[in-house]
């Protein structure tokens, strides 16, 4: 069963702080995975996206790494700032005609000062 | 926001409304996706429509019925909804998919439905 599960469920750290969110999956044929954030009703918007190929991928603050043979990623955010306050969604695609991704729960993450 | 666009951004309906929700993308993608969102939980495909066709439906009850005129336009038509079916509706553009290529989607600002 294709399946994406995040951790931990939510995080609480302080500004200025860095903080590591998991993913694992188990989704087949693997294609690509991506991180997603998500604002509080709002869209999700794509932060990295990284292919069976690709073990690391850095968009400014957020890092994400991948470990296609253990299955797990994880997203690094540095020097946090509390806008950085959102929904952080780990999705796995599979290979198919067309762009079916897999979500997992999310991560809510909340910057405090 | 995006080149996707929802309309409208809030609904609020009577379980005997009929309704429907427009989504447009301005990507030149020739996929298209609707997601239901719920409270705390993940994301779940809906519908999806690549090159005009549907081509996965994911066990969603009828009262709930998508259309894809264009390759730019996908609508969502509601009718005779239930309470539980309150939610945020996402809707998602991308290419279809081509070989050795990432088609990722881009998603639209949401529709937040709540049903009485």
């Known amino acids: 069963k294709n399946q994406v599960e995040q951790s931990p469920q939510s995080l609480i750290i302080l500004e200025g702080k860095n903080c590591t969110l998991q993913?694992?999956?188990?989704?087949?044929?693997?294609?690509?995975l991506r991180w997603y954030k998500q604002d509080t009703g709002r869209g999700p918007v794509s932060l990295t996206i990284m292919t069976f190929s690709e073990n690391t991928k850095s968009n400014g603050r957020y890092t994400a790494t991948l470990d296609a043979d253990t299955k797990q990623s994880s997203l690094h955010i540095t020097a946090s700032q509390l806008s950085d306050s959102a929904s952080y969604i780990c999705?796995?695609?599979?290979?198919?005609?067309?762009?079916?991704?897999?979500f997992g729960p999310g991560t809510s993450l909340s910057v405090i000062p | 926001e995006t080149g996707v666009t929802q309309t409208p951004r809030h609904l609020v309906m009577g379980m005997t409304n009929k309704k429907s929700l427009k989504c447009e993308q301005h990507l030149g993608h020739n996929a298209m996706y609707w997601y239901k969102q719920s409270a705390k939980k993940p994301l779940e495909l809906m519908f999806v429509y690549s090159l005009e066709e549907r081509v996965e439906n994911n066990s969603v009850p009828s009262r709930f019925s998508p259309e894809c005129p264009n390759s730019s336009h996908l609508f969502l038509h509601l009718h005779t909804l239930q309470p539980e079916d309150s939610a945020l509706y996402l809707c998602a553009s991308s290419q279809a998919r081509t070989s050795g290529r990432i088609n990722e989607q881009f998603f639209g600002p949401g529709t937040r439905l709540t049903v009485l």
């Open positions: 999705v796995v695609s599979a290979k198919t005609s067309y762009d079916k991704v897999i």
């Open positions: 993913c694992n999956y188990t989704v087949s044929p693997f294609s690509n």
